[in-house]
């Protein structure tokens, strides 16, 4: 199941972005640099910005093993249980993103944005590739083919995302809340 692989690298991709180290400067009045405590709202910031990161790396790590398998039904299947499990890792990702607005400094609300409709996007395709395969009776070549093509199509809500990912300009002083944030290890 090349899908599968694919989607793994995208979502390590996308995750990675998050880690990344980037420059930049607030446009506002600087957060605390000093021991920023968990209720500040820098800190609360980059804990739920963290955590989308950390769910989108979760969903790469604990994808299953492609099967090889000519069975229709144990393909169907396991083609549901991995569209689920990542439409329900993009729902978790996507609730954090959407509370990161407003951002606690200026600039970052419209790279949120896209990245959030880059993961819309890629929903969107994936859960519409779930239903139409979960719909085929009996699972046919023919459903199963257009199930993964459009979980491929898919990827282009991912590139998406990780394209804004890659962009946004993480404050220093974010950078310096993140090291008192749980989920910034």
């Not at 607030?26 to 963290?50: F, K, L």
């Not at 609300?109 to 590739?129: F, N, P, Y």
């Not at 459009?150 to 090291?179: H, Y």
């Amino acid at each position: 199941m090349r899908g599968l692989t694919v989607v793994v690298a995208c979502v390590a991709m996308v995750s990675a972005g998050c880690a990344t180290v980037v420059s930049g400067s607030a446009a506002s009045a600087p957060i605390s640099t000093g021991q920023a405590d968990e209720s500040s709202p820098g800190v609360r910031w980059m804990n739920r910005w963290c955590g989308a990161g950390k769910l989108l790396v979760t969903a790469g790590e604990t994808n299953p093993v492609p099967t090889t398998t000519g069975d229709a039904a144990v393909l169907k299947r396991e083609f549901l249980q991995m569209t689920s499990r990542l439409a329900g890792v993009l729902d978790a990702v996507l609730s954090d993103l959407r509370a990161l607005r407003p951002a606690p400094v200026p600039g970052l609300d419209s790279s949120i944005s896209k990245i959030i409709e880059g993961l819309v996007e890629a929903r969107g395709e994936l859960g519409t590739a779930h239903d139409e395969v979960e719909a085929a009776d009996p699972m046919t070549v023919e459903a199963y083919t257009a199930g993964v093509k459009r979980f491929g199509r898919s990827m282009n809500g991912l590139a998406t995302a990780q394209n804004a990912m890659n962009r946004i300009d993480i404050p220093d002083e974010l950078k310096d809340a993140g090291q008192s944030a749980s989920n910034c290890d």
